[in-house]
């Protein structure tokens, strides 16, 4: 019973993605006909073509590309620095900066545009790399502090006090033990900073008043044009390509995942 229920949900998770590979294979006439098709009958890669030979799109692409690597960089970085921090010392305040952690984490994102929009606006970043890159630091990092955190705290006391017992410093000690150990939480911080990133479209339009700027979920919007209508094969074409990057980041380390479990803990 339970597997059948797994099945039914799969089926209904899966079919969005199965109609827009489905729709993205079609030619418009399939596209636009009022009885729907269930599989292209005359399959075709025109609308991945129109998609790729969009004006914006390299320009586009490289855009997320260069936001997406700064902000899943320093989500990691500071995160790991933070977590470390919070879950190894003890210091006056601790607490206090973990509530408003977890206060910040419960804001939706969208509760922090406008503040981050007059900020940004008064220090005159906005339409810049680094306005972007700050808001998505902003919206990941108390994710990435408290799942870093968690794997920190596991970690027990013992493993350090060998490390410092064979002549480790602290710096040598988050090298090359405490951060192999904390690795799969590593690589959960930085798929979750990577989707969150490379999916937003809100921050990037309102922050991006120029179009050389703007990022792929931008670009995927100008598939409509109040004149012409919205061509939904290049844009389900261009949603196919849009959703490759985050399979293939996936794929690349999910082997990892587990991997980072034990290593760092042998000594040898």
């Not at 090359?176 to 809100?202: E, K």
């Amino acid at each position: 019973m339970k597997n059948a229920v797994a099945a039914v949900f799969c089926l209904v998770w899966l079919f969005p993605v199965y109609w827009m590979v489905n729709t993205a294979l079609k030619p418009r006439p399939e596209v636009m006909t009022p009885t729907p098709h269930f599989w292209p009958h005359q399959p075709t890669l025109d609308n991945f073509t129109a998609a790729v030979t969009q004006p914006q799109f390299l320009t586009d692409l490289r855009n997320s590309v260069v936001v997406v690597a700064a902000t899943v960089l320093a989500s990691i970085v500071l995160g790991i620095f933070a977590a470390a921090a919070l879950s190894r010392f003890r210091f006056p305040g601790r607490r206090t900066i973990l509530v408003v952690i977890l206060a910040v984490q419960m804001l939706p994102a969208t509760a922090m545009l406008i503040p981050l929009f007059t900020m940004f606006n008064s220090l005159d970043l906005l339409g810049t790399y680094l306005a972007l890159i700050l808001a998505y630091v902003a919206t990941v990092l108390p994710f990435s502090i408290w799942v870093m955190r968690g794997f920190f705290a596991a970690i027990p006391a013992e493993v350090e006090e060998a490390a410092q017992i064979d002549g480790a410093g602290t710096w040598r000690i988050l090298v090359s033990v405490l951060f192999p150990l904390v690795a799969p939480g590593v690589i959960a911080t930085g798929i979750f900073a990577f989707i969150a990133a490379w999916n937003d479209y809100l921050i990037a339009y309102t922050f991006m008043p120029d179009e050389s700027r703007y990022t792929l979920p931008v670009w995927l919007a100008s598939f409509t044009n109040p004149h012409t209508g919205t061509d939904f094969g290049a844009q389900m074409a261009a949603s196919v390509l849009f959703s490759v990057p985050v399979i293939v980041f996936f794929l690349l380390i999910q082997r990892n995942l587990v991997a980072g479990m034990s290593a760092g803990a042998v000594k040898g």
